[in-house]
């Protein structure tokens, strides 16, 4: 995995790149090893209701699987694992298509071929199994029967079928298993790289991390643990030429005395088994291409071809014949070229694919099989086998290595028996001695395994000497050359070359200069911490008096308030003391006139009364005379009664 990093340092995106992917482990494996964990995984975390949708059933027994017992962390595994393709944006729709694609796998690794009586080809002989296989990948029984148990060849204009033998049938069937989990890996990861990488602008850095698989030697090494075990010698070859080759030249380009140093080199090795025409995977490819060739043949041609070769050994005591031995770097493995032809043929019959790709219904499956790397003219062609692939891939990725800056990290085997915290020390120091790690050891203590530039070292170190006088107008070296003088080093303790100054060991100065440092860095936290608190306190005082005045204006504003509401208060006690005696004087006033207004109100009243009195006597007077005229019938008498009465009459009015 490669992370991306711009010039500032940020991380920018993220790349996947396979190498080597050890297809041949999905159709066979050692004794005691798994294949790729994701089967175990998927066959116990899927719940039943998936399962019987993708025609798994956790009960019966796969050939493609080894009989090992289930670990307990594999549901917990394909949970994550679900919940990763979900963050990394691969829908459930998606994923369920890539279980339907390995659950096809491990059924096909169950077909049975047998033999046809009196007759060539094969046929299978437990067809139920392939009713799951054609609805998972959506294609007809009779189509799929076609496919691995014929081979159609192209003859100028016609196509003819070839009846496949079992060993042919069963060849296909687990190409064709390896083909769908390879393609199926690479398009994941080609997925996963597109949600993980960036638009790219500008320069770029690169840090990238390598995990690859280690020496294996086991009590039956076949195809697989020679292309692991050719990885690693390359590897090794790597490593030898970082360490110890450019660590030699490096002493001799800056003309240091040097005693040079003899290192493993297993180009010997690697001759053996890569370099053309005679290695042995070219052989090997070689014999691939004829059709009567066996394992037998090859190795035959093996031992014919490296019987002198001192990295080559026939066994003399072994219980199989088909073997030979090879010297790595690591130790003696003894290979069993049994089904090496086999594992080594990854092809499929181009056109019988080419039929099953047009008519499946299934979109993964065609996107699978669309791919060149699946398709070849012909079974035994060499242009596509597993080494030759194995060796391009490994090409690409030892460029990589030597255009990038190494570092290694090397894992040492404990125990044969994979217990842990169990250290055999004869195992231990075998791989010390392999690996090439005592040579390192003593070449380290022969050398000057410390090496600054000038300008490095004196910037580095001067801290050590208060007040060192560096001029840089001197050479570098001068000042250097001052700077061990002043640190008094001994001369056998480093050497001076053209460009850089070399050192046995450098524990002591780094330790004062961690010592000056750490004092440094406690005065430069005494000051900070005095600078914080002078500064916290100063922001305290100042938000003190900010307080103070702020609570003062407060006080004042609140002690103004209550005098202005008591002066309020008094003005309007005062007002309304003023008011209700004007008004007291106003309603005495208004009660007088009141009581003006009733006394002349009743002395009017009384006077009207009596006038009404008076008119009331005047009246009856008047009707009295009259009656008495009626009576006296005496109109001159009665005529002046009644002028004396009007007369008296009128003065009581006039007096009224």
């Known amino acids: 995995i490669s992370l991306l990093y711009d010039t500032r340092g940020r991380m920018m995106g993220a790349k996947i790149t396979q190498y080597l992917l050890e297809k041949t482990r999905v159709s066979s494996q050692a004794e005691t090893e798994r294949t790729y964990h994701i089967f175990y995984e998927m066959l116990a975390g899927l ?3 998936e399962k019987a949708q993708i025609h798994l059933d956790a009960n019966t027994e796969y050939r493609y699987l080894n009989e090992i017992s289930p670990s307990t962390e594999d549901e917990r595994n394909f949970t994550q694992l679900r919940a990763s393709l979900l963050s990394l944006n691969l829908k459930e729709d998606f994923q369920l298509e890539i279980w339907k694609i390995l659950s096809a796998i491990l059924q096909l690794g169950n077909l049975n071929f047998v033999g046809i009586e009196k007759k060539e080809g094969s046929n299978i002989s437990n067809k139920e199994v392939l009713d799951g296989i054609s609805e998972l990948l959506q294609v007809s029984k009779e189509q799929l029967i076609e496919a691995f148990t014929f081979r159609i060849a192209q003859v100028k204009k016609s196509k003819i079928k070839i009846p496949l033998k079992v060993p042919e049938a ?7 298993a390896k083909a769908l989990y390879s393609n199926l890996f690479v398009m994941i990861v080609d997925k996963i790289n597109t949600e993980l990488m960036t638009d790219q602008h500008g320069e770029m850095s690169t840090l990238s991390l390598l995990d690859i698989f280690g020496f294996e030697n086991f009590a039956h090494n076949s195809f697989e643990q020679l292309c692991i075990n050719y990885c690693n010698e390359k590897l090794q070859k790597h490593l030898n030429h970082h360490i110890f080759e450019l660590e030699q030249q490096e002493y001799r380009k800056e003309k240091i005395e040097w005693i040079s140093l003899e290192f493993p080199d297993n180009q010997l090795t690697l001759d053996l088994i890569e370099k053309k025409p005679l290695g042995i995977l070219c ?13 037998v043949t090859f190795l035959n041609k093996l031992n014919a071809n490296h019987k002198g070769n001192p990295q080559y050994e026939i066994p003399r005591k072994s219980t199989s014949t088909c073997v030979f031995n090879l010297k790595h770097y690591a130790g003696d493995v003894i290979y069993d070229t049994t089904n090496f032809l086999k594992k080594n043929m990854d092809a499929l019959p ?7 790709r047009k008519n499946s219904g299934n979109s993964l499956l065609r996107h699978l099989l669309d791919s060149e790397e699946n398709i070849n003219s012909s079974p035994r062609s060499n242009s596509r086998s597993i080494a030759s692939k194995f060796q391009n891939d490994l090409k690409t990725l030892m460029q990589e290595l030597e255009e990038s800056s190494s570092h290694f990290i090397r894992c040492i085997k404990p125990n044969s028996v994979k217990s842990p915290g169990n250290f055999h020390d004869e195992i231990v120091m075998l791989q010390l001695a392999r690996v090439g790690v005592l040579e390192t050891v003593k070449m380290r203590k022969l050398g000057f395994p410390y090496r600054y530039n ?3 070292f004196v910037g580095r170190f001067r801290v050590l000497v208060p007040n060192f006088p560096w001029d840089t107008s001197q050479p570098a070296s001068q000042a250097c050359q001052q700077l061990l003088d002043a640190l008094d080093i001994s001369p056998q303790d480093y050497r ?3 460009t850089k100054i070399f050192f046995k060991m450098v524990a002591q100065l780094e330790a004062g200069r961690k010592r000056r440092a750490s004092l440094s860095a406690v005065k430069i936290q005494r000051n900070f911490r005095r600078w914080s608190v002078e500064r916290s306190q100063r922001a305290q005082l100042q938000a003190a008096i900010q ?11 609140r002690n103004f308030q209550k005098m202005r509401k008591s002066a309020t208060n008094l003005q309007a006690a005062i007002r309304g003391k003023l008011a209700s005696e004007n008004f007291q004087k106003i309603r005495q006033i208004f009660k007088l006139k009141i009581f003006q207004s009733a006394v002349r109100g009743f002395l009017a009243r009384k006077q009207i009364q009596d006038i009404i009195r008076a008119i009331q006597e005047a009246e009856r007077i008047k009707a009295k005379l009259r009656e008495e005229e009626l009576k006296s019938r005496s109109p001159q008498k009665d005529r002046f009664k009644k002028l004396q009465h009007e007369v008296q009459l009128e003065k009581m009015i006039s007096t009224s």
Do not use: K, N
């Open 47 to 49: 719940s039943p209701s």
């Open 170 to 176: 069963e060849e296909v069937r687990d190409s064709f």
């Open 283 to 295: 052989l090997l490819d070689e014999e691939c291409r004829f059709p009567a060739a066996t394992d």
């Open 350 to 356: 181009s056109l019988t694919m080419e039929t099953i």
């Open 454 to 456: 000038y300008h490095q």
């Open 496 to 498: 001076m070359g053209q």
């Open 547 to 557: 307080l103070q005045s702020s609570f003062r204006v407060w006080i004042d504003t």
